[in-house]
């Protein structure tokens, strides 16, 4: 057995295998299968990715949501893109699109443009200060992620980015959703 500490709540099963005994009991009582505690504890990782997430680009005055959209700007041909492609690309609403853009471009981040394609579409222009605050984080952001998938070796990332995709796949081919 390893002397790694593990996180508070957690334990370790007799092949090594993380688990949490409150969510196990409490699905065992339900009689819900074992997929719905692997599901809570994916669940779990993102909620705790998403907040380390958050904690780190507050760092840099913006939201993770933010950062996506100054990021899918900053390599994009020109730096622009149509609010609706940004929206597209994220997977949002075009509604969302345009408060994030609206608080960027105050932020001096971003600014909107015609679109020469088409008169009725605006493009959101990273600026030179949105670019300057993305290069400003890229060395930070390898260093930040390094420290968050520490305790994984290459192939256990690997095979997590497999298992996520995989289960996208899955639940891209179900009729209705899930």
Same mark, same amino acid.
């Given at each position: 057995m390893s002397? *790694?500490? *593990?996180?508070t709540g957690l334990a370790s099963d007799a092949s090594g295998c993380l688990y949490d005994p409150v969510v196990r009991t409490a699905l065992r009582r339900m009689g819900v299968s074992k997929s719905l505690e692997a599901i809570s504890a994916l669940r779990l990782a993102a909620k705790r990715v998403h &907040? /380390?997430?958050e904690q780190w680009t507050g760092r840099y005055g913006l939201t993770e949501s933010r950062l996506q959209v100054l990021t899918y700007l900053y390599? /994009?041909?020109d730096r622009q893109m149509t609010l609706g492609q940004l929206a597209e690309s994220q997977n949002l609403v075009p509604r969302t699109v345009t408060g994030l853009?609206?608080? *960027? &471009?105050?932020?001096?981040l971003v600014r909107r443009v015609p679109d020469p394609s088409d008169r009725r579409s605006v493009r959101a222009q990273l600026t030179k200060a949105g670019a300057a605050r993305i290069e400003a984080m890229r060395n930070d952001a390898s260093?930040? &992620? /390094?420290?968050?998938? /520490?305790a994984l070796k290459p192939r256990q990332l690997a095979e997590l980015r497999h298992l996520c995709l995989l289960m996208v796949k899955h639940l891209d081919t179900l009729e209705g959703g899930y």
């Open positions: 002397s *790694l500490k *593990l996180p &907040e /380390a997430t390599f /994009a041909p853009v609206d608080k *960027l &471009e105050r932020d001096g260093e930040w &992620e /390094a420290k968050g998938t /520490a």
